[in-house]
């Protein structure tokens, strides 16, 4: 057996440690097969995916039996009733968006539309590929036409949504417990339906396109760079890459727990840099625990 069928991951929605076998698999842009950043039973239960709608009624057909169904999973798994409005009120918006959309018959074409439903973020995509004889889909071409995600919530909001106090939420902010949250003009927003992250550091991985400002003093190497992966080592350890897709410039640092929280704070107030969805294990991540720490 190929031994890295035996990797534990930690699904960061569920919050269970699962082997690698109980995940999918992604393709990258860069080609890579990666796992997908859901255990399978999470993507199941909370997520909605469906493709080969030729004309716009039967879009919305499918997406009706979707939301459907997604209300009745809530309904019985969520206890939450403030939490359970929340949601059927998302989904109704997305379909509303779906009916006012204009959205070409595409019966007599290659093309086809597809939809997913998941906590962060809807939409609908047009799509087109070859059939190949064994049955695999080549040279696809994918364009999303329409999109859109949770409401934005103040610590308050979070809060009184989740049924939580304001205090829990705003510790799990400052030890980087949720994933999502990030500061505008001095307010923490958090994604309605984020989860505060629980027992083990989940590995993260964060990048930006765009010239970040507004970096404090400590940190202002940051500006040479667009990527950031951060490996949990354990004792208390994290092994951190910046790097720069452009320039391949690398960097190589540890740091301790509240060195790491210190970091990671900088990177989530700031709005120009995203905290990206990926698997809490990369094909990389045992090169970056044996790389040389940067001088």
């Not at 909370?46 to 997406?63: H, P, R, V």
């Not at 409401?151 to 400052?174: F, P, Q």
């Not at 350890?237 to 727990?257: C, G, H, P, Q, T």
């Amino acid at each position: 057996m190929n031994s890295s069928s035996n990797k534990i991951i930690i699904c960061p929605k569920c919050g269970e440690e699962k082997p690698i076998s109980e995940f999918g698999y992604r393709r990258d842009k860069g080609g890579k097969i990666r796992p997908q950043g859901w255990c399978k039973e999470c993507r199941r239960k909370f997520a909605s995916f469906k493709s080969m709608f030729k004309d716009k009624e039967s879009l919305i057909k499918g997406i009706e039996e979707s939301i459907e169904e997604l209300n009745n999973i809530t309904l019985s798994d969520v206890k939450n009733e403030r939490l359970v409005e929340e949601y059927s009120m998302y989904l109704d918006k997305f379909l509303k968006k779906v009916q006012l959309q204009e959205l070409p018959d595409f019966t007599n074409s290659s093309w086809s539309y597809s939809f997913y439903i998941e906590d962060k973020g809807c939409g609908v995509c047009m799509e087109s590929g070859t059939v190949m004889d064994d049955g695999r889909i080549a040279n696809i071409s994918s364009y999303r036409i329409v999109h859109i995600e949770p409401r934005n919530l103040t610590v308050t909001e979070y809060a009184a949504l989740h049924g939580i106090s304001e205090d829990k939420v705003n510790e799990a902010i400052s030890k980087c417990r949720i994933r999502k949250a990030v500061m505008h003009l001095n307010t923490w927003y958090i994604p309605a339906f984020e989860t505060i992250d629980s027992g083990e550091y989940i590995n993260s991985y964060y990048r930006w396109d765009e010239s970040v400002e507004a970096i404090s003093e400590e940190f202002a190497f940051i500006s040479r760079f667009n990527r950031v992966r951060i490996l949990n080592v354990g004792n208390g350890k994290y092994r951190v890459r910046f790097s720069n897709k452009k320039s391949d410039a690398v960097l190589i640092k540890e740091y301790d727990e509240n060195e790491r929280i210190k970091l990671e704070l900088e990177l989530i107030k700031n709005p120009l840099i995203v905290r990206c969805s990926v698997p809490s294990i990369s094909p990389d991540d045992e090169k970056l625990r044996n790389a040389v720490i940067s001088a």
